[in-house]
């Protein structure tokens, strides 16, 4: 990476205990390359794991009270993996992450989604969180495989590829990708359009005195917003997911 290029930021989603620290390590060591520095984003809120020693340039980042991301970019890092706080909602933080990005002056690199396969398959409430974290994401990486049926596998991924989903799905063995540079390629490949300058646009129509005709009609060219973004007026997420910190103490 050139000194003039931005700081390359890989958020990792996943819940608690899926595997990401160690994955994250297996693809600082086989994905980058020499000149590369790597660094990680850990959420204060995670507690300690074996592999943090592993890990090169670890520091915390934590939310302020107004609920943005408060997090300095290592200094003269290339890459940054942003590890996300497993048992807060996602979504939340895939909302704070963008200004957070303008902030800092980095540039998103992949969204990566480490799904633990074993929790999954035994939690069927969970469905509708991953699929969150799959429309934001760009890569998903199938963890913790062992004793899951091949049909839940096959299933889980199907859900997805029948919709037309263009992430990337992975399987993980033994903390490691087959393909880390195709992992860590920064090419967008998620369905979300949030992280795009050029989202789509849509037509509003006005609502006005029903006796108007259609072409007195004011139109308004507004944003699509994200649906997992949408807030209803009382401030509630329009699309709402399940609490994965409740899920995840009662398994």
Not at 110 to 116: A, F, G, K, L, T
Not at 215 to 232: C, G, H, I, N, S
Request: hydrophobic share 40%.
């Amino acid at each position: 990476m050139a000194e003039t290029e931005k700081p390359l930021v890989y958020f990792v989603l996943g819940t608690a205990g899926s595997g990401r620290r160690a994955i994250v390590r297996e693809l600082i060591a086989s994905g980058l390359s020499e000149g590369d520095r790597a660094a990680v984003l850990l959420s204060d809120a995670e507690p300690a794991d074996e592999n943090d020693a592993k890990l090169p340039n670890v520091t915390r980042w934590s939310w302020t009270e107004h609920g943005t991301i408060q997090g300095i970019l290592p200094k003269e890092a290339t890459q940054v993996f942003f590890i996300s706080e497993a048992l807060r909602n996602p979504v939340d933080q895939i909302e704070a992450l963008k200004p957070w990005l303008e902030a800092t002056g980095a540039e998103l690199g992949r969204i990566i989604c480490v799904v633990d396969c074993k929790l999954a398959e035994a939690n069927p409430a969970l469905l509708p969180w991953f699929d969150a974290c799959v429309h934001f994401s760009d890569v998903v990486l199938l963890n913790r495989r062992e004793s899951v049926g091949n049909k839940w596998l096959s299933d889980f991924q199907r859900r997805y590829t029948e919709q037309f989903y263009p992430c990337l799905f992975e399987m993980v063995k033994k903390d490691r990708v087959k393909n880390p540079l195709v992992v860590l390629d920064p090419v967008a490949r998620r369905i979300s359009q949030y992280f795009e300058e050029d989202q789509e646009w849509v037509f509003e129509a006005d609502d006005k005195d029903e006796e108007e005709s259609d072409d007195e009609e004011e139109v308004e060219l507004k944003k699509a917003e994200d649906p997992y973004l949408e807030r209803r007026a009382g401030g509630r997420r329009v699309k709402e997911i399940p609490d994965i910190a409740k899920i995840q103490s009662e398994s």
